[in-house]
């Protein structure tokens, strides 16, 4: 079993960044892939990053491509979002998420991830 606990969201002003962290607990989070999703008002929950379990193999959203970044830290047990020149369609809660299937597909589960955190609000405003 697999928990997760993500963090570091708020406001931002447009063009700001800031860095999601997502805290995990379980003995099988290092051997399987993470990821983080994001759910708007109104909209469905969309992929928006994967990461397969060692690092090192990355996959966005066109939407994140160029601007955010993500990576883990297996000791720590953790995964993080970088996010930089944020734009107000970014506004959203974001969740990071594990689970034992491919990284490559995982934009495929936006519902479907085995493991789930609570989300954490972003806000991209002036």
């Known amino acids: 079993q697999v928990q997760l606990q993500a963090s570091g969201g708020g406001l931002v002003h447009p063009g700001g960044s800031v860095r999601l962290s997502c805290a995990a607990s379980?003995?099988?989070?290092?051997?399987?892939?993470a990821g983080w999703f994001r759910q708007s008002p109104g909209k469905e929950r969309e992929f928006v990053a994967g990461i397969n379990w060692k690092g090192g193999l990355e996959y966005y959203s066109d939407a994140a491509k160029g601007r955010f970044r993500i990576s883990r830290d297996n000791v720590k047990n953790a995964v993080y979002l970088q996010m930089n020149s944020l734009k107000p369609e970014d506004t959203a809660v974001y969740y990071c998420a594990a689970d034992r299937g491919n990284v490559d597909t995982m934009y495929r589960r936006p519902y479907g991830m085995d493991y789930w955190g609570k989300g954490t609000l972003v806000t991209v405003s002036s």
């Open positions: 379980g003995d099988t989070f290092g051997s399987i892939a």
